[in-house]
């Protein structure tokens, strides 16, 4: 399984912005899905997932509200939408994926994709 992160950028505090996970290999619509986040100086931490099949979601606090998490099997795309964005959700952004769904912890993924940018500036 491989995937790629992109949407990231430089936004307002206030603004909107939609990343995608684009994810290849075999059986990767079966696979769980998450968004995690990386500040600088601070540790990675769980942002959002989403079942295999849509059906079920789950976010941290700190999303609840302004962040949408979905994904459209048929692209094997996996998306957040970010709404009301403040400058302490400035962070890499990083798509991961997992076979069993077995928890949302950093190392209950197997697959990571390269991570992408996101400044909300104040």
């Known amino acids: 399984v491989q995937l790629q992160a992109s949407g990231g950028g430089l936004v307002q505090a206030g603004d909107s912005l939609r990343l995608s996970c684009q994810a290849s290999g075999r059986a990767v619509r079966s696979y769980s899905m998450g968004w995690f986040r990386q500040a600088p100086g601070k540790e990675r931490e769980f942002v959002a997932d989403?079942?295999?099949?849509?059906?079920?979601?789950y976010y941290a606090d700190s999303a609840k509200g302004r962040f949408t998490v979905s994904r459209d099997n048929a692209k094997n795309t996996m998306y957040l939408q970010m709404n009301s964005l403040k400058p302490e959700d400035t962070a890499v952004y990083y798509c991961?994926?997992?076979?069993?769904?077995?928890?949302?912890?950093?190392?209950?993924?197997?697959?990571w994709g390269q991570g992408t940018l996101v400044t909300v500036s104040s």
């Open positions: 989403i079942s295999w099949n849509g059906g079920s979601t």
């Open positions: 991961a994926a997992q076979r069993y769904g077995t928890g949302r912890g950093i190392y209950d993924y197997g697959y």
